[in-house]
């Protein structure tokens, strides 16, 4: 609640707010009882035809009452609106107060407005967009955008179910989306030529979008997920850099903060880059899996983001097979110890990684990943003991342990031995004596060997039991022949 009232958290978005893909309502700008405006300001002259040595201009807020409406670019001639986009540019870079509902309601309306026809302009094409225009939309863009985030929740404690807590939305949302929105059609507008708007849509201005991925708003996320992974398609000259940021934000999130709202959207978009890997891989590639992807297994968070990060994992193996073994071995280092939640995400994902593991790659970790599979089959947790046994429903995985059952079963037996004795769960029993019954058609000699070789460490195992008994059974008829004189009692 306290999170809440500090924040400032509104309702949660319902259907209409956005469609599937994060792109916000139809925009309409024919609509609406404002025709955009114009801001007689007495500081300010008026502008001229755009020239290309024009200097940044510093905006200031509009005095209350002067504002006026605009007409609509249909409405002047074409050799005018140049300098009417620049005007409209100009009214929205004014901020506005959202914390009050009641505050500025016409002068927000208007703005609302202006930024409807600015981004209906640019998505019909109906002109071309000077470069002295692209350099006032992006300063725009930027006045609005790039802003310090509300902090995080400080208590520590793990992400709530999105179906439980209402996450935080932000109040400017109405003027924001837009703002996005003329954004992403600047950067999939086909006239928008890269030599030009990279002058503007640069490395300063990338890394301070990437910021914003922390955003708690997640139809702001949506936004940033499509843009960033637009400007990667089509900003060549981008594509190291963007990939080294996200990296940077990667480890700072694993090593020093374990917090971060859009580590799943930077993932989905890194989903489509793996994607597009040429082959044979690029060092760089791998390495990025090694140091980045693989130890974003270790934060307890990682349900929030796990299926985006296996997506991205299994992308890897499954353009090159050889990797198979670096990735099963680097589950294997950060395996969950005490979170049984944790433990079963990955096994989900394991299995995927055998999907797509060639049997060479099997033989070189099938040792310790048996040794860590033996350990889940007798977990006490039963959907992690189910989720182990799970395994062996999946055809090419029983194909890769029948061909190294001489070195799996031994690993095993003692723990399908130790379930069938005493596992409380009748789902999970009835799951290994399957398993055990699939090693004896597989091999009976085999299976008899393990079953001897149990017997008798189980029978050494009793021996020691017993010798173990009988000398504190002699230790204690001494003490009892003593009568107690030397012992000490507690």
């Given at each position: ?21 994060g792109?916000?309502?139809?925009l309409n ?46 409405d ?113 507008m ?37 843009i960033l ?37 930077l ?9 597009g ?65 944790k ?15 060639q ?5 070189r970790c ?18 992690v ?14 194909s ?89 009692t507690?």
């Open positions: 609640m306290l999170r809440k009232i500090m924040k400032g958290g509104h309702r949660k978005p319902s259907k209409s707010d956005g469609n599937d893909f792109l916000g309502p139809p700008s024919g609509s609406g009882p404002a025709n955009n405006v114009v801001v007689n300001h007495s500081s300010r002259a008026a502008l001229g035809p755009p020239s290309p040595h024009s200097r940044p201009t510093v905006f200031v807020s509009p005095p209350m009452n002067t504002v006026e409406p605009f007409p609509f670019f249909r002047v001639p074409v050799a005018e609106r140049p300098n009417l986009f620049l005007r409209k540019l100009q009214l929205c870079c004014f901020h506005f107060d959202f914390t009050d509902t009641l505050k500025s309601v016409r002068e927000k309306e208007i703005k609302r407005q202006t930024l409807l026809e600015l981004v209906d302009f640019i998505q019909s094409g109906s002109g071309k967009i000077t470069e002295n225009c692209q350099e006032e939309m992006i300063k725009m863009v930027s006045v609005n955008v790039f802003r310090c985030l509300p902090p995080h929740d400080s208590t520590g404690q793990e992400p709530t179910d999105p179906e439980e807590d209402e996450p935080y939305l932000e109040p400017s949302w109405s003027h924001l989306q837009l703002v996005y929105e003329l954004l992403l059609r600047y950067v999939v086909s006239d928008t030529d890269t030599k030009v708007a990279k002058r503007y849509v640069d490395h300063s201005f990338v890394l301070k979008l990437l910021d914003l991925f922390d955003s708690e708003d997640p139809r702001e996320r949506e936004y940033l997920k499509t992974h637009r400007i990667y398609g089509k900003f060549m000259v981008h594509r190291p850099f963007i990939r080294k940021a996200i990296n940077n934000i990667f480890y700072r999130f694993i090593y020093e903060t374990e917090r971060h709202s859009g580590i799943g959207e993932l989905e978009i890194l989903g489509s880059i793996i994607n890997f040429a082959l044979p891989m690029k060092e760089e590639h791998k390495l990025f899996l090694v140091r980045a992807l693989i130890p974003l297994h270790k934060p307890k968070h990682i349900s929030v983001y796990h299926q985006q990060l296996s997506y991205c994992i299994i992308q890897f193996v499954e353009k090159d097979y050889k990797l198979a073994d670096t990735v099963i071995r680097g589950l294997l280092k950060y395996w969950p110890v005490t979170n049984c939640q433990e079963v995400l990955f096994l989900g994902e394991l299995e995927e990684v055998l999907e797509a593991t049997s060479a790659e099997f033989q099938m040792v310790p990943l048996f040794r860590q599979i033996a350990r889940c089959l007798t977990s006490s947790h039963f959907q003991a189910e989720r182990a046994l799970f395994l062996w429903n999946n055809e090419h995985i029983v890769l342990i029948a061909q190294n059952r001489t070195v799996v079963l031994p690993i095993i037996y003692e723990a399908l031995e130790k379930n069938i004795q005493s596992h409380w769960n009748q789902a999970i029993h009835g799951l290994t004596i399957n398993i055990r019954k699939m090693f004896l058609d597989m091999d009976t000699e085999l299976f008899e060997m393990c079953q001897r070789q149990y017997a008798e460490k189980e029978s050494r195992a009793r021996h020691v039991e017993e010798q173990r008994e009988l000398t504190w059974k002699r230790l204690a008829d001494v003490a009892a022949q003593r009568g107690g004189e030397d012992m000490i507690v």
